[in-house]
Structure formats: structure tokens, C-alpha cells
């Protein structure tokens, strides 16, 4: 199993350009979630997945959308992307009750927005 | 302001020293998670503490819920340099749907 997997790894992109950051599990879970990761601030929840077919607001969405494909996969996009989202972004799932079941992550996406 | 709060932020022991890290809030959690992150890797889960009072030990680490379940503390018993890492706290507080980190602590443990 390769457990979360996130693409790309790095990521470079210009004020005003947008991208879509991939995730997908293997795992067979039904939750999944975004994170940012700021120097001083941890990790900070942008949206979440409960189940297949539903999503929900975290602690710091504007500016994102997402979408749950399918079980498997949960995509975050960044329409018009600002230097303030330059962070490292994580994926993660739990297998069962959303948020507090131990959560499993994908090793990141290191995003630079210029 | 961080519904977490971390503390102290930055840690340079020696190896074989012992060491305390903190993890305080106002409001009440219905449990409290602590993972370790290494560099450029994602955080892996080290333990949940439910009841409030638990303690619970891990090999050298002892984690501790506080009673009013706001708190929580990590201790580390002579630390090694496989101990280096950043350790984050984490929970959901009884307001509900909502999953909060903590600012984190960055351990160097120096051979």
C-alpha cells in the first residue's frame, strides 16, 4: 500500500495563476482533508471530506475550492493564487469518525506563489 | 490567535537530558492528539488522550491530559537524537466539527 500519496511535490506559481493539487489514498478510507502548514502556526484545516460526496469548511478556506472525486481521491484547487498561500500542503484520511480517528498523511506539496 | 498554544516553541537539549512540552487552550476538548514530524515528511500520530486526568506512556514519552481537558503535556525521559522533530498537538473541541493543531514544538536533541 503506498498509504497518501499528494502531487506534485514543489510547485512554483505566478499572482493570478491557478492549479489544482491531487490526493489520493489507498486505504480504503472514508474522510478526507486539506491542511496548510505555516512556520509558527502548525497545521491549520482548509476543508474536509466526511464521506464520498460531501465537504466542509475548516479553520481557513477562502481561496480554495476542493472536490471528492471519489473515495479515493480529494482535490484541492487554488483559482487565482496569491503570495499569501505560499505554504506546504497536506492531505490526509481517517478510516472512520471524521477529524478524530488517527489521520494519515501524504508527505506534502511545497507551493510557492510569486 | 491559536486556539492551541505551544510551548515552548524551539527546544536544544543534550542527549540524555529530559524535557516537558506544553499544550494549553481555553476551551474543553473531547481528546487531544500528539504527532511527531520529521523534515519534509507529513506528521504520524503518536497517541490520543481521551479522559481527562489520563496519562498515558509511550516507551520514554508520557503524555498527560489535564483534568478540565484544556491541557496537555509531553514528557520525554533522556532523550536520543531519534527524538529530533517537530511535535504538534491536535483535537477537536467540544463545539464540534472543527480540528485544530497546535503551533508546535521543534526538538533538537544533540549526540
Known amino acids: 500500500n503506498a498509504g497518501v500519496t499528494q502531487t506534485p511535490k514543489f510547485q512554483v506559481l505566478k499572482t493570478g495563476q491557478s492549479m489544482t493539487l491531487q490526493c489520493a489514498q489507498d486505504?480504503?478510507?472514508?474522510?478526507m482533508y486539506w491542511y496548510r502548514q505555516d512556520p509558527g502556526m502548525g497545521l491549520r484545516l482548509i476543508y474536509y471530506?466526511?464521506?464520498?460526496?460531501?465537504?466542509d469548511k475548516g479553520e481557513v478556506p477562502n481561496g480554495y475550492n476542493v472536490s471528492r472525486l471519489n473515495k479515493r481521491e480529494f482535490s484541492l484547487r487554488l483559482e487565482s493564487a496569491a503570495p499569501s498561500q505560499t505554504s506546504v500542503y497536506f492531505c490526509?484520511?481517517?478510516?472512520?469518525?471524521?477529524?478524530?480517528?488517527?489521520?494519515?498523511f501524504g508527505p506534502g506539496t511545497r507551493l510557492t506563489v510569486l | 490567535t491559536q486556539l492551541l498554544e505551544q510551548s515552548p516553541q524551539f527546544l536544544s537539549i543534550q542527549e540524555g537530558e529530559n524535557l516537558t512540552v506544553y499544550c494549553n487552550s481555553s476551551?474543553?476538548?473531547?481528546?487531544l492528539q500528539w504527532y511527531r514530524q520529521e523534515p519534509g515528511e507529513g506528521p504520524v500520530l503518536l497517541v490520543t488522550v481521551v479522559t481527562g486526568g489520563e496519562v498515558k506512556k509511550l516507551k520514554r514519552l508520557t503524555f498527560q491530559f489535564g483534568d478540565a481537558r484544556k491541557d496537555s503535556s509531553l514528557h520525554i525521559t533522556a532523550a536520543q537524537p531519534g527524538d529530533t522533530g517537530l511535535y504538534l498537538c491536535?483535537?477537536?473541541?467540544?463545539?464540534?466539527?472543527?480540528?485544530?493543531f497546535g503551533t508546535g514544538t521543534s526538538l533538537t536533541v544533540i549526540p
Open positions: 490526509a484520511s481517517t478510516l472512520n469518525k471524521p477529524l478524530t480517528d488517527t489521520q494519515y
Open positions: 486505504m480504503n478510507h472514508n474522510s
Open positions: 471530506s466526511a464521506s464520498e460526496g460531501t465537504t
Open positions: 476551551s474543553v476538548f473531547s481528546s
Open positions: 491536535a483535537g477537536e473541541p467540544n463545539t464540534g466539527n472543527q480540528f485544530y
